[in-house]
């Protein structure tokens, strides 16, 4: 059974930093799709930051720069390290993940889902 369970969330000002991490647990096997989406208020579920089974990533045009998705060497963790944040970054964060040979940021691709940390960006 596949487990997920994010932490690091937080309240930052505007230009700060945060990083999220994911615990992983279950995953045996390859190829799989790991990501990030939020959810921010009254919006729908949107993928921020993908990572497959060999390393390659893919971003949201609204975070490329800024945000850096990464995976233990254990497959047992995925990190999002969140730099110059800005107020339209809040929102909760999730992690996920899908057995698939091609990885995509799209939220209904993915069956597997963490419990969510709240982001607050704000003056």
């Known amino acids: 059974q596949v487990q997920l369970m994010e932490s690091g969330g937080g309240s930052v000002q505007p230009g700060g930093s945060l990083r999220l991490s994911c615990a992983v647990n279950g995953v045996t096997s390859s190829p799989y799709c790991m990501g990030w989406f939020r959810q921010a208020p009254g919006k729908e579920r949107e993928g921020v930051a993908g990572?497959?089974?060999?390393?390659?990533?893919s971003y949201a045009a609204s975070v490329k720069g800024r945000f850096t998705i990464l995976k233990g060497d254990a497959k047992r963790n995925l990190f999002l390290q969140m730099n110059s944040l800005k107020p339209e970054d809040t929102a909760i964060y999730y992690c996920?993940?899908?057995?698939?040979?091609?990885?995509?940021?799209?939220?209904?691709?993915?069956?597997?889902w963490g419990q969510g940390t709240q982001v607050t960006v704000s003056s």
């Open positions: 990572i497959d089974s060999v390393g390659g990533t």
């Open positions: 996920a993940i899908e057995w698939a040979n091609y990885c995509t940021i799209i939220p209904g691709a993915f069956r597997y």
